[in-house]
T-cell receptor, first 117, second 110 residues
Framework: DAGVIQSPRHEVTEMGQEVTLRCKPISGHDYLFWYRQTMMRGLELLIYFNNNVPIDDSGMPEDRFSAKMPNASFSTLKIQPSEPRDSAVYFC???????????????FGSGTRLTVV | AQSVTQPDIHITVSEGASLELRCNYSYGATPYLFWYVQSPGQGLQLLLK??????LVQGIKGFEAEFKRSQSSFNLRKPSVHWSDAAEYFCAVGARKLSFGAGTTVTVRA
């Protein structure tokens, strides 16, 4: 398995532009998580999906952030309009309920480093 | 509410020396506990986990961790550190949703 695949790896954009981050979870994983990592705040859970349905979006910082999962193999995180304080590394992770029972946790992607100038 | 505290922001250790990283958690039930490692520019890789059973768990790369319920701790250890162990280490707690600590950066000196 190729693991969790995120694209792009790096994104530099100007303030006010729309940014879309993409994630392909591991096949068969029915939970998908979006995290943001910054020096100041560490790893923050933004939103997670189960069977393509958003379950908890309480971590989404503002209405400028939105996430979708149109099918089991694809999710997007969109920021519109982007601001410099959105600069961070955004991670996608996937999991299955059996991962919870066996304690295997998540499998993380390599992340997207977003810089908003 | 679930939370994790990693008291040490940065640890420097000599190659070949032992390493212990501290983790304290808060969780309402029997916790699922994890240690992840992150190398620069990479995602997080699972080192080991505690689900139930033996309180001393073995992981990859020669790491182990001990769950102590009375102390709400899940400290990570390695008897002899290699230069390649330089990375950031995260403790996490939770079942469906994982809460992560702030991380401990490990520097290995020759």
């Amino acid at each position: 398995d190729a693991g969790v695949i995120q694209s792009p790896r790096h994104e530099v954009t100007e303030m006010g532009q729309e940014v879309t981050l993409r994630c392909k979870p591991i096949s068969g994983h029915d939970y998908l998580f979006w995290y943001r990592q910054t020096m100041m705040r560490g790893l923050e859970l933004l939103i997670y999906f189960n069977n393509n349905v958003p379950i908890d979006d309480s971590g989404m910082p503002e209405d400028r952030f939105s996430a979708k999962m149109p099918n089991a193999s694809f999710s997007t995180l969109k920021i519109q309009p982007s601001e410099p304080r959105d600069s961070a590394v955004y991670f996608c992770a996937s999991s299955t309920p059996s991962n919870t029972k066996t304690g295997d946790g998540y499998t993380f992607g390599s992340g997207t480093r977003l810089t908003v100038v | 509410a679930q939370s994790v505290t990693q008291p040490d922001i940065h640890i420097t250790v000599s190659e070949g020396a032992s390493l212990e990283l501290r983790c304290n958690y808060s969780y309402g039930a029997t916790p699922y506990l994890f240690w992840y490692v992150q190398s620069p520019g990479q995602g997080l890789q699972l080192l080991l986990k505690y689900f139930s059973g033996d309180t001393l768990v073995q992981g990859i790369k020669g790491f182990e961790a001990e769950f102590k319920r009375s102390q709400s701790s899940f400290n990570l250890r390695k008897p002899s550190v290699h230069w390649s162990d330089a990375a950031e280490y995260f403790c996490a707690v939770g079942a469906r949703k994982l809460s992560f600590g702030a991380g401990t950066t490990v520097t290995v000196r020759a």
